[in-house]
């Protein structure tokens, strides 16, 4: 059996952790006409900034079922690894 091309943790992480990042840029260009540091901001100010993430978190399900369609296992741990990475985040943003 041979080894998959890409199918390494670092290979799901990276991807997983930059997905989030540019979901929230786009989040940011059709919704706000301030910077993105204001965004963040106001975000943070309602409460809301851990349900921003959560939503931008969505199109790692997407990169994991990739990853596992693929047979590209350990890519897939990656993908949830950052995923887990998210969610603590959002605890810490939401309790903090």
């Known amino acids: ?3 998959k091309r890409y199918d390494t943790l670092l290979s799901g992480l990276l991807p997983a ?3 989030p990042a540019l979901s929230m840029l786009i989040i940011w260009i059709i919704k706000s006409e301030k ?7 106001s ?5 809301m900034l851990s ?4 939503l931008s978190a969505l199109p790692n399900l997407l990169l994991f079922f990739i990853c596992i369609w693929t047979k590209r296992n350990f890519a897939a741990r990656g993908v ?4 887990l990475l998210l969610a603590f985040l959002m605890l810490l943003l939401k309790f903090v």
């Not at 910077?35 to 901001?41: E, Q, S, T």
């Open 1 to 3: 059996m041979s080894k």
């Open 17 to 19: 952790l930059a997905v």
């Open 35 to 41: 910077g993105l540091a204001d965004f963040l901001v």
């Open 43 to 47: 975000f943070q100010q309602l409460g």
């Open 51 to 54: 349900k921003l993430i959560s």
């Open 80 to 83: 949830i690894f950052s995923t």
